[in-house]
């Protein structure tokens, strides 16, 4: 009878980390289009966390075409992947 409740705890861990995996990417477009190029290390720093930590999802970003890493001589900068539209209209 136990294994049913577990079953719903994992459910509800996965859920919650989830959401705040959402949370975190959302946070990282936001301060991307705020404040332009920046780096991982630039990220972490601003959101009181470990480089290491942000990669993965400036790489989940960038995989789902939010973000790209841009080279700059020995550094890496990431940028938001706007898209604007073909057409202009005036």
Do not use: H
């Amino acid at each position: 009878m136990e294994f049913p409740e577990m079953v719903e705890e994992e459910e509800e861990e996965e859920e919650e980390e989830d959401w705040i995996t959402a949370a975190r990417l959302e946070v990282l477009e936001y301060l991307l289009r705020r404040y332009g190029n920046l780096r991982a290390k630039d990220l972490a720093e601003i959101l009181g966390c470990r480089p290491a930590t942000i990669q993965p999802l400036l790489k989940r970003l960038e995989g789902c075409g939010r973000a790209r890493r841009l080279k700059m001589g020995k550094n890496s900068v990431w940028a938001l992947n706007e898209r604007f539209p073909d057409t202009i209209y005036y």
